[in-house]
């Protein structure tokens, strides 16, 4: 694919170490780091969701994060579109784009193109808002469980807008969401090399701990209660995103904020395990300590000569 801009992406669980890894491969090879997070979308919670601070900024450029209201909502194919014109800015600067998070789907959709999955009717969408409303999550879960199993075992209940999606292009084709989501479609947008951080669950959690207390300390609380001010719906998607959720039942007082941290990690946990899977799932994936920075640059380096 000669014609396509080469790109490295740097993929991994939450909390291994893909930050870092980006900093150093965008000092040794001229980059500029896009961000391929969902959670990092979000203007109101830079804390809450490890955005790039401010030193991070400054040792090179950071696109694509935080520049969505708690209110809006973002497809991955919205995503594709935002990010393949970042790529192309990069590109013609003569920088590396290197594409940097977690969320698998992102990845996929722009170095293998997006499956062409068919709009759910209008009224199908509405009817299934409805009994979400009137249910609830779980029972909504459950019904995508017994149609799409795999699909559900990696969609938590508590995404609406996933479970919503699935079932109504059930609904509307009789075929399962997991089937359309993994049939590649379209053309790939770059050429690209998947570096992902290795990491194990076992070694994660005390980090997910740490970090967690970090945030706190950083002023995540606070950070939600100004994000209470702009925007009260908890089912808005910025709220709906790990630690955000938890801490808006806190301030809403079903939480103790022990109680509310507790969560926060064991659905971090959770995440973390579900990335692992997906990941693992990726033949292209070159899976890379989080140490080896110089070994990743070496990496880049064969491939962007190739």
């Not at 973002?74 to 920088?95: F, M, N, P, T």
């Not at 999955?117 to 409303?133: F, G, H, K, M």
């Not at 997910?208 to 970090?214: K, L, P, Q, T, V």
Request: charge should be positive; hydrophobic fraction near 40%.
């Amino acid at each position: 694919m000669p014609d396509l801009p080469s790109v490295v992406c740097i993929a991994g669980p939450t909390g291994a170490g893909k930050s870092a890894a980006a900093l150093s491969l965008a000092g040794a090879l001229g980059g500029e780091v896009i961000n391929a997070d969902s959670r990092q979308t979000f203007a109101d919670f830079p804390v809450i969701t490890a955005q790039p601070g401010p030193e991070e900024r400054r040792l090179c450029p950071h696109h694509l994060y935080g520049f969505l209201h708690s209110s809006e909502r973002i497809s991955a194919g919205q995503w594709v579109g935002l990010a393949a014109a970042k790529i192309a800015e990069c590109a013609a600067r003569g920088s590396l784009p290197l594409l940097v998070g977690g969320t698998g789907l992102y990845i996929r959709a722009i170095t293998r193109g997006m499956a062409n999955i068919p709009p759910v009717d209008p009224t199908v969408a509405q009817r299934l808002e409805e009994e979400y409303a009137r249910q609830g999550s779980q029972a909504l879960h459950a019904r995508l469980a017994a149609v799409d199993p795999s699909y559900a075992a990696r969609t938590p209940a508590r995404n609406r807008q996933r479970v919503l999606r699935a079932l109504g292009v059930w609904e509307c084709t009789g075929r399962p969401f997991s089937r359309w989501h993994g049939q590649e479609g379209g053309r790939p947008l770059c050429r690209a090399l998947l570096l992902v951080v290795r990491a194990e669950l076992g070694e994660l959690v005390p980090r997910f701990e740490r970090r967690i207390s970090a945030m706190l300390e950083a002023g995540a609380l606070d950070e939600a209660r100004r994000a209470l001010v702009r925007c009260a719906d908890p089912k808005a998607p910025g709220w709906s995103g790990i630690g955000c959720a938890e801490l808006y039942r806190h301030l809403s007082g079903e939480l103790s904020l022990e109680q509310a941290r507790t969560l926060w990690l064991s659905k971090t946990r959770a995440y973390a395990k579900r990335q692992l899977t997906w990941f693992r799932g990726q033949r292209e994936a070159v899976w890379m300590n989080a140490s080896d920075l110089a070994g990743m640059v070496m990496k880049a380096r064969v491939f962007l000569s190739a």
